[in-house]
């Protein structure tokens, strides 16, 4: 009689699988999200069986993985700031260290205003992680996000629909100085800019590279500090008394990007480390 394999046999089956081009750590990971996330299942342990169905659902799952798909697109998620939220390869996938950002201002923002009713705007939002977790944790914030891409906006605000978070969202170049006149004052303004310049996308992990988009990762290699600049000029017109410009950066240009604010006239420049003691984010005030 044949003996169907149990849940406990292709779990572990399914990691080893992953383990051809990922970390332990990183198949470990994967299959615990695949399995919780499209099978709810929490026990990997269990003796019984998946369906004919759920087999098929889970080779194909790992077949796109094994050519560098990232699991948040072919699940069409990723978790964020306890939400979750829709992504494609539209949008850059959230990470950890823009949660660290987040976290960051919300401290700022309780230690700094008097009030919860501020005029807060997000440039290049991609998915809406940025302003989605800032309203979670400050309903009051009177927030608008802005992209260049309207495929970003349309992901954006189906996350803001779910969440029942209302964001201003609209389509927005910030390159473009004319388009600068169309934009309020605002008391916080914040950005994860792309920032890699072009040479270095051999460096890349393959999945990022052939997968997330372009326009959100890649700068031209003559002026990589193109979009910290222009924002940092926005911010120097744009902020009221006593407002606060936020960037996510890299360990490798934050003391440029830092030296940068203070010549456009930033009074104080704040760099702050992640998690793993990296310079990752930026505050300024004037």
Not at 83 to 90: E, G, H, I, K, W
Not at 211 to 233: C, N
Not at 259 to 280: C, H, N, P, W
């Amino acid at each position: 009689m044949t003996v169907n394999p149990t849940i406990q046999h292709i779990h572990r089956q399914f990691v080893e699988q992953l383990c051809a081009n990922h970390t332990p750590r990183e198949a470990q990971s994967i299959a615990r999200i695949v399995f919780e996330d499209v099978f709810g299942i929490h026990n990997f342990s269990r003796k019984d069986e998946l369906s004919t169905d759920q087999l098929t659902q889970l080779d194909a799952i790992g077949q796109r993985l094994l050519k560098n798909e990232p699991i948040q697109y072919i699940l069409g998620q990723a978790d964020f700031y306890g939400m979750s939220l829709v992504v494609s390869p539209a949008v850059l996938i959230p990470r950890p260290e823009t949660e660290e950002l987040v976290y960051w201002m919300s401290d700022c923002i309780t230690k700094a205003f008097s009030t919860a009713t501020l005029a807060v705007l997000d440039i290049g939002t991609g998915s809406g992680c940025i302003p989605l977790a800032l309203k979670a944790r400050h309903q009051a914030l009177n927030i608008q996000a802005v992209d260049v891409s309207m495929e970003a906006l349309a992901i954006a605000h189906q996350n803001a629909l779910t969440q029942q978070s209302w964001i201003n969202f609209r389509q927005l170049d910030i390159l473009d100085e004319t388009q600068w006149s169309s934009l309020q004052s605002f008391d916080i303004i914040v950005s994860n800019p792309p920032y890699i310049p072009i040479s270095e996308q051999s460096k890349m992990p393959p999945q990022v590279l052939a997968y997330e988009p372009e326009l959100a990762l890649f700068v031209e290699e003559s002026d990589p500090l193109i979009f910290y600049r222009k924002i940092g000029e926005f911010a120097k017109l744009k902020l009221n008394v006593g407002g606060q410009l936020f960037f996510e950066t890299n360990e490798f240009n934050a003391k440029q990007v830092e030296k940068m604010l203070y010549a456009i006239g930033f009074e104080t420049v704040t760099v702050a480390q992640d998690m793993s003691g990296k310079d990752r984010m930026i505050q300024a005030s004037l």
